[in-house]
């Protein structure tokens, strides 16, 4: 079955830098596009980052473009998300999906990342 268990989140300072992980299994990793959507307190699921299977293409939301780096390797079937210059707002849950967009069709537990001096 289709799984994915993301990894890096905690807490962290504003202003400072995280990398999230996501191992997938279950699934043809190097055949599916991938995303990170993440669900702060209070508010819905935001499409955070995106990429296509080979890597071709990327997509950021406007709240983290300059911010973030997505990335993956199709050996490891891992995805990544650099962030640099966290800022309160970054702080959700952050989960790792197989789809585009919000048209996903499976999702992590989510790791939660907490900005905060």
């Known amino acids: 079955q289709v799984q994915l268990v993301e990894s890096g989140g905690g807490l962290a300072q504003p202003g400072g830098s995280l990398r999230l992980s996501c191992v997938a299994s279950?699934?043809?990793?190097?055949?599916?596009?991938m995303s990170w959507v993440r669900q702060a307190p209070g508010k819905g699921l935001e499409w955070v980052s995106g990429v296509y299977n080979d890597g071709s293409v990327t997509y950021y939301a406007d709240s983290v473009k300059g911010r973030a780096t997505i990335a993956r390797d199709n050996a490891k079937n891992t995805l990544y998300l650099q962030m640099v210059r966290l800022t309160a707002e970054d702080t959700a849950v952050y989960y790792c999906a197989k789809g585009w967009a919000e048209d996903f069709d499976y999702r992590g537990p989510g790791t939660q990342v907490t900005v905060s001096s």
């Open positions: 279950g699934f043809t990793f190097s055949n599916s596009h």
